[in-house]
């Protein structure tokens, strides 16, 4: 069955050490730098759980065929891995990202919005591997979402807004399925509390 572009999930955080930098050869325009995706941080909740990267998540997708977009939308491309001017990397802090745009009026203007930090925010579109995540709930009683192993990587986009409505249903259906089919053993027990309520049925006869 052929996935679509609904078929990705998205996420969107601030663009950690943020930049906008001059080329450094000569005639070379200004540059895009800073971190998509930082690994261990956990996200604040969403959709019924909070998630986070674990380190070496992106191993198997900084070959993919990346685009840089502005607001995912592929009218406003600001580069491509393939053709050099987008590069990503990873290392200890999380997936690095440096764009080299194109010399067009509405980058002109999107980078003025960016010096001004009227858009300071990134999202990555992504598929999680079927073995690449780990659930469990924290001592809090929430759902805690690890992502170990991504798939694919389709694009990193600066956005102006942190969310997309039919993104996050869709997340939410999947993970309330999720939810139901995901085998006890991963709920942490409380034996203190099983070895309490066992003494408390035995003195009660």
């Known amino acids: 069955m052929n996935k679509t572009k609904s078929d990705f999930e998205t996420r969107v955080m601030n663009i950690r050490d943020f930049e906008i930098r001059a080329g450094e050869g000569e005639g070379e325009g200004p540059k895009i730098t800073g971190y998509a995706a930082v690994f261990n941080e956990v996200s604040e909740e969403m959709w019924g759980f909070r998630e986070k990267i674990a380190p070496g998540a992106f191993d198997d997708v900084l070959e993919d065929d990346v685009r840089a977009t502005f607001n995912h939308d592929s009218n406003y491309i600001l580069g491509r891995s393939t053709a050099g001017t987008l590069k990503i990397k990873q290392d200890d802090v999380g997936l690095g990202v440096e764009i080299d745009p194109p010399e067009t009026s509405w980058v002109k203007d999107l980078l003025v919005t960016m010096q ?13 591997a079927e073995d690449g995540q780990e659930w469990l709930v924290t001592d809090e ?17 600066v956005v102006a807004f942190p969310a997309f409505p039919q993104t996050n249903a869709e997340v939410r259906a999947r993970f309330e399925e999720e939810v139901k089919i995901r085998p006890p053993e991963v709920i942490p027990r409380n034996l203190d509390k099983e070895l309490q309520l066992k003494r408390m049925r035995m003195k009660m006869g």
């Open 116 to 128: 001004r930090k009227d858009v300071n925010q990134m999202s990555f579109a992504f598929r999680v």
């Open 141 to 157: 009683g929430e759902w805690l979402r690890t992502i170990t192993k991504f798939s694919e990587l389709a694009d990193v986009s």
